[in-house]
C-alpha cells in the first residue's frame, strides 16, 4: 500500500507532458505485450491497442476479450494500473481547465485576437461602452485593462479581462495592443483629484502611443485646460468628461426640447444613430453628397469635426473627407452597401 501511495504522490507531481509520455507509452506497450499473449484472439497489433483502451476507459464492448490465463492476468494488471493512469489524465484535464479559469478571472492571461477593442479602466462609464459596443456589434471581442484583481464581468465570453498597469509595455503587450482596433481611456474613478486623473490618462495614452501608434485613441478628460497635452501626445479623439454634461444642461435652459434630440441620438432604442458613410466618387460637392443621401433617408451633418457644411454646399469634397450622417441602421447599412470609397 506504502508502494501505491508513493507512485501515486510522484504522478500527481509530475508534469502534463511528462504524464502524457507515460500514458502513450503505457497503453503503446501494453497493446504489443496483449497481442504477444494472444494473437489468436486479437488477430492483429491494431485489434490489442483498441482492446486496451476500452478496458482502460472501462467501456468493456465485449467484443474481444482475454481467455487465457496469461491473458486474465495481464486484464487485471490493466484494470488496477490502466484505469488508474487515465484516472489521472482526466484528473489532470480538470485541474488545468480550472487553473485557465482562475487565471482568466485574475486577468493574467494574454489576449490571442486581432480587431478589439481595448477599454482602459473599469467604471460606470466603461460598462456602458461595453454594453453599448456588444449591442451594436455582438461579436466584437473587447479586452478590459485595471488595476483590481477580478474580471468585472467574467460571465461574458466576449470580454477579456488583463489585470495591472495599464500604462506598462508588458500588460499592454497581454492586450494585444498592437492589433487592436482602437483604444478608449476612461478617466480613472477611484482618483478625487482632476489633474491626477488627466495626468494618469495621458500616461496611458503616451505609452500606447508609443507602441502602436496607428491604433485610434479616444480618451476622456475631466479639465478642459488639458486638452492640448492630449493633442500634443497624438490622441485621435477626446471627451471632456463633465463638458457635455454642463453644455446641454445649459441648451435645455435656453432652448426648451434641445437636450430631447441629442438624447435621443444617445440611446440606442430610438432608431436613429450617427453613422459614417462611405463617399460615392459621383459627388463632386457638399450639395450632391446632401441631395444623393437625403433621397436614400440620410440627413448629412458633418465631414469630420465640421457641422458647418451646410452652408458651403457648393464646396468639393476634399480627398480626405470623412463623412458622418444622422440615420437608421438599415438606410446605413444600405448606404453602405451602395457607395464607393474614394
Known sequence: MHFFIRLSTRLMH??????????????????????????ATFTNWFNAFYW???????????????????GKIFTIFLYIF???LLSLVIGKVIDSIAEVQRQ?????????????????????????????ILENAPKTQIVLIDESNRHPLEQLEQVH?????????????????????????????????????????????????????????TVEITIENHVQNFRHAQVNEFILSHDAISRLAVRAALHEGSS????????????SDVYEVPVDRSWRTYGDAFQALL???????????????????????????????????????RISGKGARG
Open 14 to 39: 509530475m508534469s502534463k507532458t511528462t504524464i502524457g509520455v507515460i500514458i502513450l507509452t503505457f497503453v503503446l506497450l501494453s497493446a504489443t505485450i496483449a497481442y504477444a499473449i494472444e494473437p
Open 104 to 132: 482568466r478571472g485574475a486577468g493574467l492571461l494574454k489576449f490571442e485576437g486581432r480587431e478589439h477593442i481595448v477599454i482602459v479602466n473599469w467604471g460606470k462609464k466603461a460598462r456602458s461602452a461595453i454594453e453599448e
Open 161 to 217: 479581462f488583463v489585470s495591472g498597469d495599464p500604462a506598462a509595455d508588458h500588460i499592454l503587450a497581454k492586450a494585444s495592443i498592437a492589433t487592436c482596433r482602437a483604444a478608449i481611456i476612461f478617466a480613472d474613478e477611484r482618483i478625487q483629484e482632476g489633474a491626477l486623473v488627466d495626468g494618469k490618462s495621458l500616461l496611458i495614452v503616451s505609452s500606447i502611443e508609443r507602441i502602436a501608434p496607428q491604433v485610434h485613441t
Open 295 to 333: 433621397a436614400q433617408g440620410a440627413t448629412l451633418i458633418a465631414d469630420r469635426e465640421d457641422l458647418g457644411i451646410n452652408r458651403k454646399l457648393g464646396t468639393p469634397i476634399p480627398a480626405e473627407a470623412k463623412l458622418y450622417v444622422v440615420a437608421d441602421e438599415e438606410t446605413h447599412r
Open 260 to 271: 430631447d434630440v441629442i438624447t435621443q441620438l444617445l440611446n440606442r432604442t430610438n432608431g
Open 82 to 84: 490502466g484505469i488508474g
Open 52 to 70: 486496451v483502451l476500452t478496458t482502460m476507459a472501462t467501456v468493456g464492448y465485449g467484443d474481444y476479450f482475454a481467455t487465457t490465463p496469461a
